[in-house]
Nanobody
Framework: QVDLVESGGGLVQAGGSLRLSCTAS????????MGWYRQAPGKQRELVAS???????NYADSVKGRFTISRDNAKNMVYLNMNRLKPEDTAVYYC???????????????WGQGTQVTVSS
């Protein structure tokens, strides 16, 4: 079992910045991928950014150059620094963790409860 707790969402004006944090606890495994997804009303949940504990990152095209994902492996935390926010970034942001087994296969994803990010125009 893995528990994920997010914090840092809120209301910000377009062009502003926010930082999201997520703390993982439980049976995390030493090799894993942590990331952030978001879901806007009426839309499917989509990947925003992910990062392996080895440092490999992946970003959605829509956030490249504006968002930065980082991790503190010692604290089992992942962060998302969001700059130059746009109204279309408004969504519920979810922390996600996938454990990587010795075979290299990922586990099913574990999810946090979500944190609302609202960007006003």
């Amino acid at each position: 079992q893995v528990d994920l707790v997010e914090s840092g969402g809120g209301l910000v004006q377009a062009g502003g910045s926010l930082r999201l944090s997520c703390t993982a606890s439980g049976s995390i495994f030493s090799i894993n991928v942590m990331g952030w997804y978001r879901q806007a009303p009426g839309k499917q949940r989509e990947l925003v950014a992910s990062m392996s504990n080895g440092g490999t990152t992946n970003y959605a095209d829509s956030v490249k150059g504006r968002f930065t994902i980082s991790r503190d492996n010692a604290k089992n935390m992942v962060y998302l620094n969001m700059n130059r926010l746009k109204p279309e970034d408004t969504a519920v942001y979810y922390c996600n963790l996938k454990r990587i087994y010795q075979t290299g296969a990922p586990s099913a994803g574990y999810w946090g409860q979500g944190t609302q990010v609202t960007v006003s125009s």
